[in-house]
């Protein structure tokens, strides 16, 4: 820390600023924590009536529900064809030159940078010339794809920690390459696993701009809040709100004690994340 | 605690100079860090022109006490005077001191030339004279071909050089020196300690260095202050911090040494069968005696002279001398430094002058 | 030391997947933005450059996308107005409550996108709280309408979501300043204040550049919340684009303004790219 001749840090308006910046955003989140306690409803100030009628009307919404249900199958699934697909991925990143190497570096990141409507679009286009009927596997195709480098990068960040010589230790010792595989490569790897995993699945969880274009007959939990949302406010959405905001706040506290125990500083953990969490 | 620190004629370098006036006084300051006390009770005087070695071990605090001059740090007892002024209360952008880095800390948005000029641009000095100063500097540091390089395409030991030059470039009243030389290969940082002690003697600067390098300080230095645990164990030349070393600790730590333990009763030392007459009053004494002072007994080591016999345990050879280990009829061990290719035998009869037995304080825990 | 198996093995599998899966796809987009489609809305696959031609000459898809770009413009410059100044905070002036602050900036990011528009709409509204309070406070005395269906509604949300992402790189970039150099500079004579221009924001450039590019880029291809905040007058290009694969059925039209974007995006990444390299030092 700096400070100067006096020993006061010369952070006074800095201060003020970062208070702002953190005012700005989290008012809107604690809006929203509020008025789903509101009797009211939404809107109005100052909010009264403090009720939990609109928790339990959402108990008792069986669609809701449903769509929950949804997005867990979804979120599991695509988990599994990103860490299937991304673990070989880094792998052969890490030491395999194959052909095209660089491009398909780019491209599997595409789907974190580009909007979510273009990789939507595009998706929805192969779909359709396959002939395949838009559902909750269309949906599963879109976000596995989509988070592939999700993995890819944990992963390959993982490797490059871990020691190569236990490998050639394992193979010289006489075990196979897959013997090496499953005994030491894999649980070498088994942290970045974890992370990706948890970090696909938020993200699968949430994510609303390619499913748009691939949905089916069944909703996920974004499309179900959207198109309740196109009807007309409800103050039960505050509460499915907020429910969505403590079980993220748990996934996310979780996901950063495991980067963190796992060595990492923070800024490196913040520069993954950033592409990723778009 | 209560031992205080010998501090011995304080003369600066550069000997024809009258008596030299402190620049630079460190009056009894302490640091902690949590619950690490890194100093304690300070006090310290750099003369102005002088080039100042704090020497010590790591965690002796000798870093803490130069980012304390430089401000990086406050006191948290104690003041720190510069040319009849407090300093310690000044942030290090108002004070006219420089730091040498230990990794250099060059800018690697900006050229060497940049770099050199950051100083005197951040005063606004109109560009001509940035120029010139600039120019001049690297000069001095022989690096006025790399005006427009990068830092990072510059080996290390030239880095070292342009962080020296963006230092003196703003002529401070003093320069702190942060182990600038540890991080170069032996070869390059011999040539260095040349280089660094001939442009402070052409400069006239006060140069405060700190190093672990005992020899590096003894090299370099008009007077050495060696730091332990926090505390200053002795201020005094390299001549006088060698031959009359004040603690058991700046004796072994500053060069070898022999720690004869002895007793002194009216006069005589008396230690492993070896006795000699001495000033110090009675009691128990521990006395230094260097390797290279006892040497092979011949005819005309005779009064003033302690002699002995001992078994030779081990013979290192190390080019110009030979470092033995020799073991006394009564068991005690001493390291003797001849001159090569002097003596083979098994046993041998060995001599050391009285008067280079100093009387060493023991160190406190 | 792997064998040709393995390599085999390791690289295949991803490879063709991506290419089936996502190489296809957005070839695909590009491949529709030349045909075109009949009023009995068919899809007619012959070649043509029709579709181009129509968003250069009716004067709405130039328009819309100016908008758009303004706005995304508009989101950048906020969130990194609001995003520099806390990283840097967060940064240098934290000390033991670094991680515990960095954690609370990236939390509003792993919160719902919906949860947290849709926020802004409860805030915003005719009936919202914004203006309830301006009226409980005597500031205004009948609803401000403006707020929200409106440009500045989209930017206020848009800014909301995306400060957060501007915050990371610029973060991320802040760290890797050592921090001697910050010692060198105040040790050359520089105050904090020199000292933050000329050496730590050159020094925070390409984070500076990535976290805009982010913004910029999500902003310009969001369609979310300009349709629950935006109305009429909030519409953007993406909206266009819902829309010509909705109710206005024309597949082509609607990809060749998304291959427009996809252009668009890539080239700015591309530039972005260089410039970050360029202005890495640390």
Redesign the interface.
Known sequence: MIRDALGQERAGWLTLHAIAVFAFLYLPIVVLIVYSFNGDGVGGFPPRNVTFDWYRQLAQDTPLWDSVLNSLLVALAAMAISIGLGLPAALALDRVNFPGKSLFRRLVLLPLILPGIITGLSLLMLVVLIGLKLSLLTIILGHGTALISVATTEIFAGLQKAERAQEEASLDLGASYGQTFWRITLPNLKLPVIGAALLIFTLSMDEIAVSFFLIGRDNTLPLEIWSRLRRGMTPEINAISTIIFLFSLALIVLWYRLRMGNGENTADTVATATKEAA | MGTKPIVESSAAGGGAKASPKTLLSVRSVAKRFANNIVLRDVNLDVAEGEFLSILGESGSGKTTLLRLT???E?CDSGEIWMAGERLD??????RQ???V?Q?Y?????LSVFDNVA??LR??KSPAIEVKGRVEQALAMVKMSSFANSSP?KISGGQQQRVALA??LV?RPKLLLLDEPLSALDANLRRQMQMELKALQREIGIAFVFVTHDQDEAMTMSDRIALLRAGELEQVATPREIYARPATTYTAQFIGQTNLLHAHVTAGMAECAGMRWSTDEPDGPVTFSVRPESIVVATGTHGDGFVRFRAKVLSQLFQGAAELLQVETTSGYRLKVRTSSGKTEAAELELAFAAASAVSVRETQA | MYSRAYKLAVSLPPVAWVLLFLLTPYLLLFLYSFWTVTPAQQIVHTWSLQNYIELLRVPVYLQVLWRSMRIAASVTLLSLLLGFPLAYYVSFHAGSKKDLLYLLVIIPLWVSYLVRAYAWKTILGSDGVLNTLLQYLHITHHPQGYLLYSPLAVVLTLTHIYTPFTFLPIYAALEHIPRKLVEASHDLGATPTQTFWRVIVPLSVPGLVAGATFSFVLSLGDFLAPLLVGGPSGVMISNIVVGLFGAAYNWPLGAAISACMMILVLALLFATGRLEKKWSFT
């Open positions: 430089a401000g990086f406050r209360p000044l942030p290090p952008y108002k001191v420089n730091t880095f990794n800390a060059l800018f690697p948005h950051f100083g951040v005063k990072a963006r230092a703003n």
